[in-house]
Every structure is written in structure tokens, then in C-alpha cells.
């Protein structure tokens, strides 16, 4: 067993700056419903967040990771310490940030939530996912329930007296969703015997709540084939009682857990349902077949959330990069090699690793900012919605678009960042005394579930780039452009905006090709492609937003001296951004040529020619 | 029982690097200087939220904080913090930091606990910049008030407070009657160090710092009074007694020597460090 210890940190000083300087959160807060929200609330949010993300769930990081999780008769252990800190985690309140007030919470703005996951999801991503899922369970049936339903499970599961997961997967059922055979058989009495294997379900089961409240896609009878024929079930690990307490079994069983490369403290459970044919569900709401339309509802969030995961880690190991980098002494600095007597000198001094470390600073801050972005759309959204409904639809298209690049770009960005933090360290980072060969593990499902990455670039070209007759798409190159308009000149930053208005033509120009396969029927070539292009826009956002960042900085860092700290932290914002159009942004070009010469050996080349094994 | 705490910002320990004396060495540069509230001071106030409560969840309120804090508008920040963490009202004496000296806080506090009437005053033992220790003796010595430093265990009893004092041969302990000033030292936050009259036999906090301000708190802190006072109308005339010569930042650390056994080691110790 590893000893608790914490070593997650974050830099709170990015965050106000993302939040209040760069995305303006302190003019969201003037608009209903955030009234109740000043920038005195959100800064002593942030800070006992991350109080309890240093003292609470951080030190469990590696204790979870070293024990997993186990089943002991039918029932999943949890690593030592998890229930201590669930117990903690909701006394403190911080998991009902954006729960509705009727059930306890606080209404919060969603970004203000989204920056608070980055620092629990970043101090212990396998801890947050139980209460992350709880909080996707509770919100489906918030949403969609019957009234009766959300006084029954609502307020149980929004206050961690109850968990929550949601169950889609089955073993023929993974990317193709509706291809699920989990059946749903109606009862006299109106509830449904539900039966079926789930798989992967994340916290299916664990010993932190009395009670864990499954949300189930399955089929009624009769039902269609297909997505379309899927209801969604409510069916608790334990049945509920009139009075609301949780009763006997409900012949829902864990029949394993996964072993895993990372996440190891979250248990991925299979779960067997009605096998003794006792297992009781109810409808969600009160039409079936209603499923996929209400799952797809909750997906933005998920995706986001799945986006902050990889934020969350990738900000965790480039700190502990630099941490290490600042430390560790190896070698003499440069120009001073052939001396043997030279002084060695602390790594970061070297340009190898100077040139990791600012990879990892401008991507991690880039991924903050499209996220923090993507959110910021969320609220407005909500916000503007019944008062301005054209300002709401932008921003509502916006999040639409943004999604897929949030999902994607961040969770693959977060397995390269923590495999540089790797090589920073050199030989120990590739130990487990060193946090960040976890971060590696830890970081890979991030591409993988809730929508693989091949199924957002799909998403991205073939359904939103064209969404709303690609007036979405539309208005992002515009916002980009009219920053190029506005920033050309701009006396530091010049250059690097050239090479942004480059990128913005060739992902312009990748747009159209795309567009125009779409009409033309050459969708064989799309998948081609369709990631490389997620990735060419989600660089052309994020060096956008860097330098937008970048020209606040330099504003705000006129009239500070050297020695002050905010001159530093507003010259590193410059610097971040230098480094991503200088070094990140041509190869958004590069990308452009290479999807207009339209190769296509992938689907040229026979199967039996990808190897004689 | 009502209990005043005296809170005082100080400069982020952890950036101290931003801690800045100007050439003249006549002040030290408080510009963009981050802040905190004093850590001892945090003890004192978890301290008080012990005292008036009985443990258990939900807690219920048996007595009042004060928390109190001398300084410019910008520490009303921190003031929000003590009553987010669970202070019941709040009191800022307004002056700005260069206006203040030991004698003169404890003044003020002073004219403050006349006013405010509580049973007892809480502080931390000691300021992490000042490091002055002085604050607490003087408040009790104005007030004629008895008096227990250092506190690393409270226990309440009839009408007083039975008060374990690290020093260094060990514990002392002191019973003092209300009301009274006591400071507390860091081990005042261990799980079971403070027990109110209403405490559980065997019962201990199930953490051993200062307590999370929860989320609902947060939100109602805004709500809670918060009264600002003008440090003249308290102390109307005081000067400062203790006049700051000079700053010096201190000097910076040699760079160590290694030595090839312990045989060196202590000979150096004895001649060149005279440690022993
Ligand atoms: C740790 C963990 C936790 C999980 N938690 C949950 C949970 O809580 N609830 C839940 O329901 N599920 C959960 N899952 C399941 C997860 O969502 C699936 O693994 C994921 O949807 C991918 O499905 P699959 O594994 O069957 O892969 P497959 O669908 O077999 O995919 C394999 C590869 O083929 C590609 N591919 C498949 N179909 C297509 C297509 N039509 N077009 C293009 N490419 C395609 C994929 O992109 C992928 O690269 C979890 C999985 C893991 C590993
Ligand atoms: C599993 C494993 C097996 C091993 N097996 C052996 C073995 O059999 N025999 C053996 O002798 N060793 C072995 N090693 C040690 C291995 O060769 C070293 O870890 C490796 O040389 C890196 O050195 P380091 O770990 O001290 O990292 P460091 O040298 O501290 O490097 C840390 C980071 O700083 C960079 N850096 C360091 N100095 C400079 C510089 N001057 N200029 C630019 N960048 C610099 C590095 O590129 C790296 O990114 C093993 C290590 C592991 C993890």
C-alpha cells in the first residue's frame, strides 16, 4: 500500500486570469441567475476547492492507483480512504456548484463548475468519476424525470447520499450504441423487469453510498432496431421504498471488475441485470423510445466533462514537470560543455527542456482556454435563453461546434503532455516515485470513452460543421477573423498573427473541401481525414486564444516592474503564445495541403497486405 | 459564550520572494503583495468555532464569533473568509498597516472587547511577519484580564477554561475564569484539542487544521454583518510607541561546504559555527 500524499498542485493565479481577465466572468455574473455570485465567491471557491483537492482527494491519488479496486462477494472494495474523502468531499458542498437550488444547490455559473472539476478531476480523476457520474445520473433524471422521480431521487443523489452511473454499454455495443439488447419488459403495475449485460460502467458498484441509481438504456418490446428503439430505465442497486429509503436487492450484480492501465480507483464494473428475473426499472419520464434523444441532451456535458478530465491531468503533470525541472541538476549549461569543472546546472537551464516545458505550458493553457471558452458559451446560452434568442443561439451553435474539439483535443493533448512530462524527468519518470507515469495511464481512457475521438471527428465534420446550414462554423471563422482584423498590427504579437490568418485560410479552405466531399458523396474520404482536421481546428482555436490572451497580458503588464510577480506570470502569457503560432500553427498549413491531395491508400490498401500474420 | 478573534493579514509565506524593501530600507513596499490571513490566527478562529459548538453534524451553534481584524478595505476579503469558515459577525477597524504598532492593536482591541463585552479573546500566539509575540499579553495586560499563551489544548469549564501551554520542558497547564484572553499555538487545531462544554466524551474532529468553508457558507458570508469601525474613534489621539529604524532583507545563505566525516563535522561545529 502507498501512503497517502498529496502531489497535485495548480496555479490558482492562470485561473482568475482565464475566468475574470481573459473570458470576462465578472459580466456573467451581473446576468440572472448568477447574481448571487461575486468575484469574492468565486475566489474563495477556487481556493477551498483546491484545498480540497490538495488535502483531500490528492493524497488518495496513488493509494488508488496502487490498490484498484476489487469485488468481495458480489460487493466492490474501494481503495482505502475513498469513503473518508466521499464523505468529505459532499460535506463541503462544492459538488452542488451548478445543482438547481430546489435540490440544494448553488446555481453557479457552468464554467465557474468546470474550473472546479479541472482541480478535483486533476487531483484524483479515478475519485471524481463517482461523483462526477452521480451528478450525470441526477441530471438526466432532473431533466426528464416525472416529478415523482425527481423527488425520489433527486435530492439523494445531488447531496452524495446516493450515486449514480450511466449504463450504454454492452459487449456487442460500444461506438454503435444502438446495437444494445438490454430488454425492457412492462408490468401491470407500470414499472418495467429489466434484463441484460452491461459492461465498463464506470462506479457500477462500490461501498461509498447505500444506494447507486442506474440510468439504463435497453429496449421495450416491439421496439425498433437501431438508437431509436432505446428507453431509458431508472434502476437502482437497491429498491426504494414508499418512503424513499433504500430497500432489498434488486438482482442488479457485479460480476466483475476491469484491470486496468489507469483509473484504477474507479471501478468499471460488469453489471448483470434480472438474471434472477427480479430486477425492477422504472421509465424515465413517461415516453419510451425517448432514450438516445435524452442521453444526447446530457452529451455536451459529458464531453466537456470528459475535456476537463484531460485539462485536470495535463496542467498536473506540466506543474510537476516544472517542478522537477527546477530541481533536478544534470549536465553544464550549453556553452560551457567542454568544461568538466563547469557547474551543473538545474535542468530547466537546457533548451531540450526548455522547449518540453513550453509545449506543455502553451498547450495545457490553450486546452484551459477552449474549455473555459466552450463553457462560457454554456452560460450565455442559458442566460440569453427566452431574453435574446438570436444571441442565444450563437452561443448555444458555438458550444455546439466546440464540443467535439473539447472532447477530443484535450484528451489527446493530456496523454502527450504527460508523456513529455515523462521525458522530463528522465529515468524516474518512468518509476513510480514520480506522479507522472500515472498521469500517462491515467490519461489514456480520456480518447476512448464517451464517444471515442474517431467518433467526435466524425461528429465534428460530418454533422456540425454543416449544423444549422453552417452558420455555426461560419460565425467561428468569423470571430476568429475579426481578432486577425483587429490584432494584424499589433506591435509584439504582429507576426504571430500572420501565422494565425494563415492557419484561419487553411482551415477555411479545409472546410470547403470537406463541405463539398459531404455534397458530392465522397464520404469514403471523410474519415480520412476528419481527425486531422479536428486537430488543425482545434489548434487554429486554441493559438487564437492564446494570443488573445496574449494581447491582455501585454496590456495589463504595462506599468508593473520585473521583480513583480504579475509581470512574470503576463510574460509567460506572451511567450505561450509566441511559441504556438511560431511553432504549433504552421503545421495547420501543412495539414490543409496535405487533406486537399485527397491520398487514399488507408482505403486503397488491401487487408491482407497490412501484414502476413 | 462569546468569543472575540483577532485577525491579522499577512504576506503570503509562500511568496515571500515578493516581500520588497526600498532603498531607503525606511519601510517595506506593500504594492502587490499577496495576502493571507495570519495561519496562528486561523487556529484561534477554528478554535473559537470548537468552543461554541458541539461537534456534532449538523453542528449546532452554542455562542457567538466575533472576528476582528485591523486594516484597509481589501481585508474585508479576509474578514469574508472567517465568516464563510463559520465566524457569526465581523469587525474591520479601519487604518492601513504602516498606521499600527503592537501597543497600539492591543489598544484598540482593547476599546473593541469593552464594547463587545465577550468572555473570551482568541488570537494566535504570534504573526508569521512580525513574529512580535506581544499582541495577546498586552490586550490581557490593558484589560487586567487573565491571560494563557500559547494554548495547544482548550478545555471549557464551569465559568473559565483549563488551558494546556507547550513549553518547552513540556505542558503547563492553567485554569483562567472568564473572561480572559487566551493565544493558541499550532497543535490547538489536533483532532481532539479543544472540547466545549457540550463536546462528546471521545469525540474528535476528523480533521486537524483549519475547517473547509463549505460551498452554502460561502454564499450566506456576504449576508453576515460586517461593521467598520474608524481606528481614531477607538484609540483618538494614540501615536505609535515603537518606531521602526531600519529594514534589511536578511542575508542571503553561503553555500554550504561539505565535509569528509563526522570527525570534521564536529570539529568545525565547535571551532568555525561555535554551535557546540
Ligand atoms: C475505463 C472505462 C470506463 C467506461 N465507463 C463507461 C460507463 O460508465 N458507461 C458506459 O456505458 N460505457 C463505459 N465505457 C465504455 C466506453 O464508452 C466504450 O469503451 C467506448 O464507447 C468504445 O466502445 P468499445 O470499447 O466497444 O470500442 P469499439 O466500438 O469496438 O471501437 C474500437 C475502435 O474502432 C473505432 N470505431 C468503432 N466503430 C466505428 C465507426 N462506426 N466508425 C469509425 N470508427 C469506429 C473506435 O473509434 C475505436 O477506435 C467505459 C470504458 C472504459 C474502458
Ligand atoms: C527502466 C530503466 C532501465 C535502465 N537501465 C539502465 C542500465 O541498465 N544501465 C544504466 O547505466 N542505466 C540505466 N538506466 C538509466 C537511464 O539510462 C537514465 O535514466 C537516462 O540516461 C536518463 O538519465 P536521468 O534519468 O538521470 O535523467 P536526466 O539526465 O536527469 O534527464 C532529465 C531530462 O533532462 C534532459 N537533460 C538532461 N541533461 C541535459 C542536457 N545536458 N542537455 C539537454 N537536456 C538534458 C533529459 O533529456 C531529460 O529529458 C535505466 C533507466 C530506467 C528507467
Keep these: 500500500m502507498s501512503l497517502p500524499q498529496n502531489r497535485y498542485k495548480a496555479d490558482l493565479r492562470e485561473l482568475e486570469f482565464v475566468l475574470f481577465e481573459q473570458f470576462g466572468l465578472g459580466q456573467l455574473l451581473q446576468r440572472e441567475p448568477y447574481q448571487d455570485w461575486g468575484e469574492e465567491e468565486v475566489k474563495l471557491t477556487l481556493s477551498e476547492v483546491y484545498r480540497l483537492a490538495t488535502e483531500v482527494t490528492g493524497p488518495l491519488n496513488a493509494v488508488g492507483d496502487r490498490e484498484g479496486c476489487r469485488v468481495e462477494g458480489g460487493q466492490v472494495v474501494t481503495p482505502s480512504g475513498f469513503r ?530 | 459564550m462569546k468569543i472575540l478573534v483577532a485577525l491579522k493579514r499577512v504576506a503570503d509565506p509562500a511568496n515571500h520572494n515578493k516581500v520588497k524593501i526600498p532603498a531607503a530600507g525606511d519601510k517595506i513596499d506593500t504594492a502587490g503583495l499577496e495576502w493571507q490571513i495570519n495561519p496562528f490566527d486561523l487556529y484561534a478562529l477554528e478554535t473559537a468555532l470548537r468552543l461554541t459548538e458541539d461537534g456534532k453534524a449538523p453542528k449546532t451553534r452554542l455562542g457567538e464569533v466575533v472576528a476582528v481584524t485591523l486594516g484597509p478595505a481589501e481585508t474585508e476579503t479576509n474578514l469574508r473568509s472567517a465568516l464563510a469558515t463559520g465566524a457569526d459577525r465581523a469587525i474591520r477597524v479601519d487604518t492601513t498597516d504602516d498606521a499600527l504598532d503592537g501597543r497600539l492593536v492591543a489598544a484598540a482591541l482593547q476599546k473593541l472587547v469593552e464594547e463587545e463585552k465577550p468572555d473570551l479573546v482568541l488570537m494566535g500566539k504570534q504573526v508569521v511577519d512580525g513574529e512580535n509575540n506581544y499582541v495577546g499579553q498586552a490586550l490581557a495586560e490593558l484589560l487586567d484580564w487573565p491571560m494563557a499563551t500559547f494554548a495547544a489544548t482548550i478545555k471549557e469549564e464551569a465559568g473559565g477554561l483549563l488551558v494546556g501551554r507547550e513549553v518547552d520542558g513540556g505542558v503547563s497547564t492553567l485554569r483562567v475564569k472568564f473572561p480572559a484572553v487566551v493565544t493558541v499555538d499550532l497543535r490547538i487545531v489536533a483532532p481532539d484539542s479543544v472540547r466545549s462544554s457540550k463536546t462528546a466524551e471521545g469525540f474528535k474532529y476528523p480533521y486537524e487544521e483549519v475547517r473547509f468553508a463549505p460551498l452554502p457558507a460561502i454564499m450566506q458570508a456576504k449576508k453576515k454583518p460586517l461593521a467598520v469601525k474608524k481606528l481614531a474613534d477607538l484609540v483618538g489621539g494614540a501615536t505609535l510607541s515603537s518606531k521602526y529604524v531600519k529594514f534589511e532583507a536578511p542575508p542571503a545563505r553561503k553555500a554550504g561546504v561539505k565535509v569528509k566525516d563526522v570527525q570534521e563535522l564536529v570539529q568545525k561545529l565547535a571551532t568555525e559555527a561555535k554551535a557546540i
Design chain 1, 84 to 613: 473518508d474523502a466521499w464523505k468529505k468531499v459532499y460535506e463541503s458542498g462544492f459538488k452542488s456548484l451548478i445543482v438547481p437550488p430546489e435540490f440544494g444547490g448553488q446555481s453557479a455559473p457552468r464554467v465557474l463548475s468546470a474550473i472546479a472539476t479541472e482541480l478535483t478531476s486533476g487531483s484524483n480523476t479515478a475519485f471524481d468519476m463517482y461523483p462526477g457520474l452521480t451528478i450525470g445520473a441526477a441530471d438526466l433524471i432532473e431533466a426528464f424525470g416525472t416529478p415523482e422521480q425527481r423527488e425520489r431521487y433527486c435530492h439523494k443523489m445531488f447531496s452524495g447520499e446516493w450515486a449514480g452511473t450511466m449504463c450504454l454499454t454492452e459487449p456487442q455495443a460500444g461506438s454503435d450504441v444502438g446495437a444494445a439488447t438490454s430488454f425492457a419488459k412492462k408490468n401491470a403495475d407500470g414499472t418495467y423487469s429489466i434484463s441484460g449485460t452491461k459492461i465498463f460502467i464506470s462506479g457500477g458498484d462500490q461501498d461509498l453510498t447505500e444506494n447507486i441509481v442506474h440510468m439504463v438504456l435497453a429496449r421495450t418490446e416491439g421496439a425498433p432496431k437501431g438508437t431509436k428503439g432505446l428507453s431509458l430505465f431508472i434502476v437502482p442497486k437497491r429498491r426504494v421504498a414508499a418512503d424513499g429509503s433504500s430497500g432489498e436487492l434488486n438482482d442488479v450484480k457485479c460480476l466483475s471488475v476491469e484491470h486496468k492501465m489507469g483509473i484504477k480507483g474507479s471501478s468499471t464494473a460488469l453489471l448483470q441485470f434480472g438474471d434472477d428475473g427480479q430486477c425492477l426499472g422504472e421509465l424515465c419520464g413517461t415516453a419510451e423510445q425517448q432514450g438516445i434523444k435524452q442521453m444526447f441532451k446530457m452529451m455536451n456535458y459529458a464531453r466537456i466533462g470528459v475535456g476537463l478530465q484531460g485539462l485536470g491531468i495535463a496542467s498536473a503533470a506540466y506543474l510537476s514537470a516544472l517542478e522537477y525541472a527546477r530541481e533536478r541538476k544534470q549536465g553544464a549549461n550549453a556553452a560551457a560543455w567542454k568544461d568538466p569543472d563547469a557547474p551543473r546546472v538545474a535542468i530547466i537551464e537546457h533548451a531540450n527542456v526548455r522547449r518540453m516545458l513550453l509545449w506543455m505550458k502553451a498547450h495545457v493553457e490553450g486546452v484551459r482556454a477552449l474549455i473555459v471558452k466552450g463553457a462560457m458559451h454554456l452560460d450565455h446560452a442559458m442566460a440569453l435563453a427566452g431574453k435574446d434568442d438570436q444571441a442565444a443561439l450563437y452561443h448555444q451553435g458555438q458550444v455546439e461546434l466546440l464540443t467535439p474539439l473539447i472532447k477530443s483535443y484535450s484528451s489527446d493533448t493530456a496523454f502527450r503532455v504527460a508523456e513529455l512530462a515523462i521525458q522530463v524527468h528522465g529515468g524516474v519518470g518512468y518509476t513510480m516515485d514520480y506522479p507522472v507515469e500515472q498521469h500517462a495511464r491515467d490519461a489514456k481512457i480520456f480518447s476512448i470513452y464517451e464517444g471515442t475521438n474517431g467518433i467526435q471527428a466524425l461528429d465534428l465534420v460530418a454533422r456540425k460543421l454543416g449544423q444549422a446550414g453552417g452558420m455555426n462554423t461560419q460565425r467561428f471563422l468569423g470571430d476568429v477573423a475579426a481578432f486577425i482584423e483587429k490584432n494584424r498590427d499589433h506591435a509584439v504579437l504582429g507576426p504571430s498573427v500572420a501565422n494565425l490568418a494563415a492557419a484561419h485560410e487553411a482551415v477555411a479552405g479545409s472546410v470547403m473541401q470537406l463541405l463539398g466531399w459531404s455534397q458530392s458523396g465522397e464520404l469514403a474520404r471523410i474519415p480520412l481525414v476528419a481527425n486531422r482536421f479536428l486537430t488543425m481546428m482545434s489548434e487554429l482555436t486554441v493559438g487564437w486564444l492564446l494570443l488573445d490572451a496574449a494581447v491582455i497580458a501585454l496590456e495589463k503588464q504595462q506599468g508593473l516592474t520585473k521583480d513583480d510577480r504579475d509581470w512574470a506570470f503576463y510574460e509567460g502569457k506572451r511567450h505561450a503564445a509566441v511559441f504556438f503560432a511560431q511553432q504549433v500553427l504552421p503545421s495547420v498549413v501543412g495539414s490543409a495541403k496535405m487533406l486537399s491531395a485527397g491520398d487514399t491508400s488507408p482505403l486503397d490498401i488491401p487487408d491482407a497486405a497490412f501484414a502476413t500474420v
